[in-house]
């Protein structure tokens, strides 16, 4: 079947697809242990087991709250639909700031004034991000080189080479307060694939 969980913060994609594993499977086996006492047979004192299958459709980075599409068992052959077509999101970032992760919970790499930021040119440079753009993935990601994972290569302070990847940004609307400055907000639905991290940063 197909499920839709409400990701929490500082969970990853991944840490859902365990727990919900781990229930299922601990369900399983308190149903087969209870109908085994009522038959009175044990299978020579062996604990039953079972492998359910469970997937996740698409990555949610750790900090993102929101929608995760589940599937378990033949649910997980459906997922691939769910990596096409659009999706949207909404996001906070912070002018004149960059750190290593591209998001909060990195170490600030870069600093720069912002005050000569007017609205009239944040709207401009959104338009620059419109429709079809390239997009390098960052260090810190789960996507996969050689076998390891970007994050490992970046958690030893290592760079390596990232192709650019096309990706599509078919609405994308900003805004900020004055009062809220340095933070701004964003709205965007795009193609599967991006990254809303490097969207920010660029």
């Given at each position: 079947?197909?499920?839709?969980?409400?990701?929490?913060?500082?969970?990853?994609?991944s840490?859902?697809?365990?727990?919900?594993?781990?229930?299922?499977?601990?369900?399983?086996?308190?149903?087969?242990?209870?109908?085994?006492?009522?038959?009175?047979?044990?299978?020579?004192?062996?604990?039953?087991?079972?492998?359910?299958?469970?997937?996740?459709?698409?990555?949610?980075d750790?900090?993102?709250?929101?929608?995760?599409?589940?599937?378990?068992?033949?649910?997980?052959?459906?997922?691939?639909?769910?990596?096409?077509?659009?999706?949207?999101?909404?996001?906070?970032?912070?002018?004149?700031?960059?750190?290593?992760?591209?998001?909060?919970?990195?170490?600030?790499?870069?600093?720069?004034?912002?005050?000569?930021?007017?609205?009239?040119?944040?709207?401009?440079?959104?338009?620059?991000?419109r429709?079809?753009?390239?997009?390098?993935?960052?260090?810190?990601?789960?996507?996969?080189?050689?076998?390891?994972?970007?994050?490992?290569?970046?958690?030893?302070?290592?760079?390596?080479?990232?192709?650019?990847?096309?990706?599509?940004?078919?609405?994308?609307?900003?805004s900020?307060?004055?009062?809220?400055?340095?933070?701004?907000?964003?709205?965007?639905?795009?193609?599967?694939?991006?990254?809303?991290?490097?969207?920010?940063?660029l």
């Amino acid at each position: 079947g197909l499920i839709a969980v409400d990701k929490p913060q500082g969970w990853t994609s991944s840490d859902v697809v365990v727990k919900i594993r781990n229930e299922l499977s601990k369900g399983y086996r308190n149903i087969k242990e209870s109908e085994e006492s009522k038959s009175e047979h044990r299978s020579n004192g062996r604990k039953n087991r079972i492998k359910i299958k469970v997937g996740h459709g698409g990555t949610l980075d750790p900090m993102a709250t929101g929608v995760l599409v589940i599937g378990i068992g033949n649910g997980t052959k459906l997922l691939q639909n769910y990596l096409t077509g659009s999706k949207r999101y909404k996001a906070t970032g912070k002018f004149g700031e960059e750190t290593d992760t591209l998001d909060s919970t990195g170490k600030v790499t870069e600093t720069e004034p912002y005050d000569h930021i007017e609205k009239l040119e944040f709207e401009k440079t959104l338009n620059n991000f419109r429709g079809e753009i390239s997009q390098i993935p960052p260090m810190y990601s789960a996507l996969k080189k050689d076998g390891k994972k970007m994050y490992e290569f970046a958690r030893q302070n290592k760079i390596v080479e990232r192709e650019p990847r096309k990706v599509t940004i078919y609405e994308l609307k900003g805004s900020y307060n004055d009062l809220d400055m340095p933070y701004f907000e964003i709205d965007a639905e795009c193609s599967g694939g991006t990254y809303i991290r490097t969207l920010i940063y660029l």
